[in-house]
Each structure stands twice: as structure tokens, then as C-alpha cells.
């Protein structure tokens, strides 16, 4: 069942008529699947950040003065971790964000997409050590003496992202929209794996004919 917060449409304020983005999907598709394309793609948006912290607490020192690296595997597990918990994690800033999202794509409002300060609570979360947590007291002293291997991030994101590491294959939905979104993910995650692997194979493909044109001239110029 998609969740009423899911399902405005025609009527509710936030509707307009198709505007010059989008406008000619707009017109064809049902409210309800407009507001579920925003929501899935607020959903995408939220897992980049989730990875994004994700990333940056396995080497917090490290993280500080450089690039954080987010890997296909942070963004696999960002995916899944919000899919199993965004519906149920839902509030109204989120909603109005979602609300936003489905101007923005499909009616033509604003130039730009909405901003993320919806997701600033998480942005902002900060690197909490497994050994920082005795007695309930981040120990601020400990954190910055010790390096990225001296704890485990223990944070709501890092261990949002691990349970759902763990819990993944065996959730098992029985909201509809949370069995949507489950298949959706699924089947992005497969068709990276699938592309993925087009590409290490068309790599080897061209490396073995680089090597055999090269093979050739050296036999041609003898």
C-alpha cells in the first residue's frame, strides 16, 4: 500500500498543471506514479548521502584532509539500508522535501532541484567510536588520539548500513510500496553488476587485441 502521504494529487495544493519540465510526462502519468517517481528519487539521493558518511567514517582521520572515496559497495549498501527504513523513517520535512522533488520534475518549478538541508541531520553525523561509548560519554580525547583503526563507527548511519548488510536477503516486506522498492533496488544493484562486468569483459577484449596488433608488427618488422 502506498502511504497517504504518497498519494496527492490533483486537488492538493502543491498540484499544478503540467509546467515546461517534464510536462509532457506529467500529462500522461497518474499523480500517485508522479509522487512515487519523486519519492524513489529522493530515496536515490538520500542513499548517496548515507554513503557519502558512510565512506568518510572508516577513515575519519584520514577523511579530514582528503577525498573521501565512496565505493560501489557504500553505494550498494546505502540503497539498501534506506529502502528498508525510509517509509517508516518519514517525516513531514521529508514529505514537503518529496512534495518539492515531484515540482520540481515534473511541473516546472524552479531552475534548480531542491536543496538537501532535509538531510543536514545526517550530513552532519559524527564519527562515533565502538570503544567512545563506555558509560554512555564520548570520550573526545580518545577519539582524537586515536586513529581510524583504534574503534568501529558505531553511528546511526554506519550501523543503519550494517544491519542492513546483514539483514537484506531476509527481509521479506509486506507493504507493497517497501516490496517496490526492494525490487527496485535489486534490480539497479544487478544491472551494475551486469555493466560492470560488460566492462571488465570488453577490457580484456581490447587488451588481447592490443597485444596480439602489437605481436604482428613486431613479427612484421623482422
Known amino acids: 500500500m502506498i502511504p497517504p502521504n504518497m498519494k496527492a494529487g490533483i486537488g492538493h495544493p502543491t498540484y499544478q498543471e503540467p509546467g515546461s519540465l517534464g510536462s509532457d510526462l506529467a500529462g500522461r502519468l497518474d499523480p500517485t506514479f508522479q509522487r512515487l517517481i519523486a519519492t524513489v528519487a529522493v530515496i536515490t539521493e538520500s ?5 557519502a558518511v558512510f565512506a568518510a567514517h572508516r577513515d575519519p582521520d ?3 584532509t582528503t577525498v573521501t572515496t565512496v565505493t560501489p559497495e ?3 549498501l546505502a540503497l539498501k539500508a534506506v529502502a528498508m527504513h525510509f ?6 520535512p521529508m514529505t514537503q522535501h518529496i512534495m518539492d522533488m515531484e515540482a520540481y520534475m515534473f511541473h516546472g518549478n524552479g531552475d534548480d532541484p531542491p536543496g538537501r538541508d ?4 545526517i550530513i552532519d553525523t559524527p564519527f562515533v567510536r565502538s570503544d567512545d561509548t563506555r558509560d554512555g560519554q564520548d570520550s573526545q580525547d580518545s577519539q582524537d ?13 554506519c550501523s543503519k548500513l550494517k544491519d542492513a548488510e546483514r539483514q537484506w536477503d531476509t527481509w521479506t516486506p509486506e507493504d507493497q510500496a517497501k516490496q517496490f522498492l526492494k525490487h527496485s533496488v535489486q534490480r539497479s544493484i544487478q544491472q551494475v553488476l551486469q555493466d560492470t562486468e560488460g566492462t571488465e569483459d570488453t577490457e580484456d577484449t581490447e587488451g588481447t587485441e592490443d597485444t596480439e596488433g602489437t605481436e604482428e608488427e613486431q613479427q612484421s618488422g623482422r
Not at 145 to 150: D, H, K, L, P
Request: net charge negative.
Open 47 to 51: 542513499a548517496s548521502i548515507h554513503a
Open 62 to 64: 584520514e577523511a579530514t
Open 74 to 76: 557504500d553505494v550498494e
Open 87 to 92: 517509509l517508516d523513517e518519514i517525516d513531514d
Open 118 to 121: 532535509v538531510f543536514k541531520p
Open 145 to 157: 588520539s586515536q586513529g581510524a583503526n583504534g574503534g568501529v563507527c558505531t553511528c546511526n548511519v
